[in-house]
């Protein structure tokens, strides 16, 4: 072989083991990459305050001036934030765990498939940021029919400071606090919000180390009595009367809508009453994230801390007749999202509009304190707010289950484009919210191709279906006959289980 050619082989193979080199180096850099933030965040571990309010809607955040001054201004806003199923109870499991409500089993707001008794709490983030040494402490608006168990001294695992309201009101309301029963009446100074922000901000003041605050108070849900002094506010809203509002033709709509009778005058003055009332409600809670925040500042944790703000669900002030939640609607699924992480963030508001889920909200916490999440199905949020993510999801999944009202079984899927919903009615609805934001046309078999691939993505997501949710959506349903007679077995014997646990416990 000519010594030319020699050469030129030799060189090939430096050049290659270089290349190669260099290659390894970076995927190492890249692989080690989370590891190094987890051991960052172990070193030098957060403190992080969760602030969830009670049916507030994505486009309220405007009348919350302390929120726009101290979150918005210096955080990231989720354009695109929304919850997996728009019902108090299952999306506040989700928030909890990171998880689906048919990963969870919370569905409804109590029975066999909903409420406390639903909840496996033995695996929470408040558990790991336990396990991992931050003190927790949660003040607020816990599960539906946590009751019974909140008078018998029941405290979920994994809380150091437990302050929950026995059943949420604004006056008149009993909190547990460490498995002890507080009564609260009338009085000014038991106005609830007010109450749980100084539980809360005496345990940032009063707590040594990381710590990690749930704050979640019972506004603006109905009936959104205001604080004392605020109850004049707002007066001058204009008429809400956007273009869904008491929907006429609605004959595209699922037969639960087509049924809704028109908003008469009376309705209409009570919805309104209460939208002036859910904005006069919000500012105890505006008072209270001053409180809060200057209590992180006051000892030193707000630099380094991690600070979300948002709602479990969001609700309909008359969009198609209907004055709840629960529909796969945007009134209802779109929630409020802030994240201010000075650390990360840096300097000046920033907008993100990546498809994101109450379930993500878990997956941010457990990273940005560096500890596991078992079970989640959401994403950690951090590598949006630090502006470096590179793939994200295309679909998230919402969840229903018929309850006592007459919105059948559904399951829905959202895109940054379009809504599909399929009920076990055998009914379907098809959004282009980009031509169509206000829903008003349901594109339902008129767009077989679409409607087709929609359909695909949602059986990936949807599995396995709510209970009761028939194969109108393609999937091969195993929750018929033995099945649903085995389902019924084992969850019996689980609530069983954990009824007996708890007794212990207690």
């Known amino acids: 072989m000519p010594d030319a050619t020699i050469s030129l082989l030799r060189l090939r193979s430096k050049v290659f083991r270089l290349a190669f080199a260099c290659l390894a180096t970076v995927a190492v850099s890249l692989c080690l990459a989370p590891a190094a933030a987890a051991q960052d965040a172990a070193a030098n571990p957060p403190s992080i305050l969760l602030i969830v309010t009670d049916d507030q809607r994505w486009d309220t955040l405007w009348a919350m001036p302390e929120v726009q001054r101290s979150l918005v201004e210096p955080g990231v806003s989720f354009e695109e934030s929304f919850t997996t199923s728009s019902l108090c109870c299952p999306s506040r499991a989700s928030i909890l765990t990171g998880a689906y409500p048919h990963t969870t089993g919370v569905y409804r707001q109590g029975g066999r498939f909903g409420g406390f008794w639903s909840f496996d709490d033995r695996t929470t983030i408040a558990t790991q940021l336990a396990d991992a040494g ?40 009993g ?47 109905a009936p959104a009595l205001p604080a004392p002094g605020d109850e004049t506010g707002f007066d001058d809203l204009p008429t809400w009367t956007p273009p869904s509002f008491d929907e006429a033709d609605r004959t595209d709509k699922p037969e639960h809508i087509r049924a809704l009778d028109p908003l008469d005058p009376g309705r209409t003055e009570t919805l309104e009453r209460l939208r002036r009332n859910q904005y006069r409600s919000l500012q105890a809670v505006d008072r209270a994230v001053e409180r809060l925040l200057d209590a992180l500042g006051d000892t030193g944790r707000l630099d380094d801390a991690v600070v979300i703000f948002t709602s479990d669900n969001g609700l309909l002030w008359g969009e198609h007749r209907w004055l709840k939640k629960e529909v796969p609607y945007e009134e209802a699924i779109r929630v409020p999202l802030v994240v201010r992480a000075d650390a990360i963030v840096g300097e000046g508001a920033r907008t993100d509009r990546h498809l994101v889920a109450n379930i993500d909200l878990a997956p941010t916490i457990a990273a940005a304190a560096g500890v596991e999440l078992p079970g989640a199905d959401g994403m950690s949020l951090l590598p949006l707010v630090e502006g470096r993510a590179e793939t994200w999801r295309d679909a998230f999944l919402i969840e229903h289950m018929r309850g006592t009202n007459p919105i059948p079984t559904y399951c829905a899927v959202r895109t940054a484009r379009y809504l599909f919903a399929s009920y076990e009615t055998g009914e379907r609805e098809l959004y282009d919210l980009e031509a169509d934001p206000f829903q008003l046309q349901n594109l339902a078999g008129t767009e077989p191709g679409l409607e087709g691939r929609l359909d695909t993505t949602l059986r990936g997501l949807c599995e396995p279906p709510p209970p009761g949710l ?32 708890r007794r212990r416990v207690a």
């Open 134 to 173: 931050y003190r927790t402490g949660f003040f607020g608006k816990y599960l539906d029919a946590y009751q019974r168990d909140a008078l018998k001294g029941y405290v979920p695992p994994g809380w150091d400071r437990w302050v929950a309201f026995v059943h949420a009101e604004y006056f008149d309301y």
């Open 175 to 221: 909190l547990t606090i460490d498995g002890d029963v507080h009564r609260h009446g009338l009085e000014p100074d038991d106005y609830s919000t007010d109450v749980l922000a100084s539980h809360t901000e005496d345990f940032i003041r009063g707590t040594e180390g990381p710590l990690f605050a749930l704050f979640a108070p019972a506004a603006p849900h």
């Open 470 to 501: 028939r194969p109108q959506i393609g999937m091969v349903a195993t929750l018929l006959g033995v099945a649903a007679v085995a389902g019924l077995a084992v969850t019996a014997r689980w609530l069983v289980a954990r009824s007996a646990e």
